[in-house]
Nanobody, 115 residues
Framework: QVHMVESGGGLVQPGGSLRLSCTAS????????MGWFRQAPGKQRILVAA????????NYADSVKGRFMISRDNAKNTMYLQMNSLKPEDTAVYYC????????WGQGTQVTVAS
């Protein structure tokens, strides 16, 4: 059963922007805080941004603070990650999941920042 579907990744130059989307099943999305995680090659998967159920509170990893913005549309069971001023170190596979994470991992979407 597919719980999370991520999209919007791609290849972008340093300084560029991307907007990721995550669509989740209603039963999961409507009852959980949500987050964006990323996993770079050879590194652990980490949480980079989180948002409460009602969307009124957000939290970011220091490495992305001021550059990324997380949001959610509960009517569409969809969450977004607006990524600006991208850096090569942002290159990773990005995943969405509940926070704390559950057994709902999707395929992720690849983000590559390179010139």
């Amino acid at each position: 059963q597919v719980h999370m579907v991520e999209s919007g990744g791609g290849l972008v130059q340093p300084g560029g922007s991307l907007r990721l989307s995550c669509t989740a099943s209603r039963s999961i999305f409507s009852n959980n805080a949500m987050g964006w995680f990323r996993q770079a090659p050879g590194k652990q998967r980490i949480l980079v941004a989180a948002i409460t159920i009602d969307g009124t509170s957000t939290n970011y990893a220091d490495s992305v603070k001021g550059r990324f913005m997380i949001s959610r549309d509960n009517a569409k069971n969809t969450m977004y990650l607006q990524m600006n001023s991208l850096k090569p170190e942002d290159t990773a596979v990005y995943y969405c999941n509940t926070v704390p994470w559950g057994d709902y991992w999707g395929q992720g979407t690849q983000v590559t920042v390179a010139s």
